[in-house]
């Protein structure tokens, strides 16, 4: 009973992160016993601990197999050699690449509004005099396009990649804002394939950001694999955060830059996670917060970012900051600026 108890956590943890009352919840059993057999688990190094506020996250280590009935004599993993020379020829690739300064805008999980940052740090780039394309990366539900009222479009990454058209003939400019968007379609299945090329087309004094798929599976990796930084976006929940650490985990076993984190939907409700307790969650630091605010659903339903439509409003300056981060360009608000942002709803 002791080994299936340990095989059951193992076996949940395996498909995702998970809290102590999570796991208590999940397998139905007592919190002591819970407790104790993650102590264990985490002695063999099958799994990793992270406290967080209060709550301690459990995670599946990548690099340990699950235990079996008949896994008693240690076994040899066997190196291939096709996957590493392949693993190497991307990083050799990567680093001689030319094209945009590639930035993935990248999240753990769904829901935390990674698109909405991806499209106003974009805007915000423009006002900071910078070129920048925002692109759609998430096949399942690709939706980048929609928040900028782009419902049909007749070029997108799908004709750039099985078709062979050049980048820039599927880019769309928003008119309100004047953002450049790479949209995706639904039935697309482009991170499967080969997109260095395609991206390297895009002239070397553009920013591309690219609105990645949340999670940590395959789909996604292709987004880090082809950024040369990463920006993780995520909310001041205990889920939330737990997700992006362990996709930052794997972030950094791929050697990729961090800029950082987003922290989105951001308040001091008590419940929420403070600055200070998300960067020493996950280890990174936390480069802008971007307040809740009903600004964001008009602006989509207007078809524009939010920077755009309400440029004073206090979670515009605060996008515009991220921006001002990100490009290492100072922004600086004027008097008059601030006293705006006070009336802007």
Known sequence: MSRDLERRILEYLKEKPGTVDELQEELEVEKQRITGKIDVLSEKDLIKTHKIGRSTACIFNEDADLPTKD????????????????????????????????????????????????VN???????????????????????????????TYPNS??????????????IHVDKESGLRVLPTSLSADPLE??????????????????????GYKRPIERVIEVSDELVFVTAPEIPAITDTFKLS??????????????VNMYSSHKKHLSVDEVEEALDMPVIGTVEKTDLVQRSIFEGTPVVTYK??????????????????????ESFLQRIRGVFSW
């Open 71 to 118: 896994s008693e004599k240690p076994r040899e993993t066997e190196k291939k050699p096709d996957e590493t020379t392949s693993k190497e020829e991307d990083k050799d690739r990567s680093s001689k690449k030319k094209g945009p300064k590639t930035i993935g805008i990248v999240s753990g999980k769904g829901g935390v509004g990674k698109t909405v940052v991806t």
């Open 121 to 151: 740090i974009g805007a915000a780039l423009l006002e900071l005099d910078e070129k920048a394309i925002v692109m759609d990366a998430d096949t399942e539900m690709s939706n980048l396009g929609l928040h900028l009222g782009m419902y």
């Open 157 to 170: 990454l799908k004709e750039v990649v099985n078709k062979g058209i050049h980048i820039m003939s599927a």
């Open 193 to 214: 394939k080969e997109v260095h090329e395609a991206i390297n087309m895009i002239p070397e004094d553009y920013t591309l950001l690219i609105d990645s798929p949340p």
């Open 249 to 262: 985990e794997e972030a950094r076993k791929m050697d990729k830059k961090i800029l950082g984190a987003v």
């Open 311 to 332: 440029p004073h409003a206090r979670i515009s300056r605060s996008f515009k900051k991220i921006a001002s981060d990100i490009t290492g360009k100072e922004y600086e």
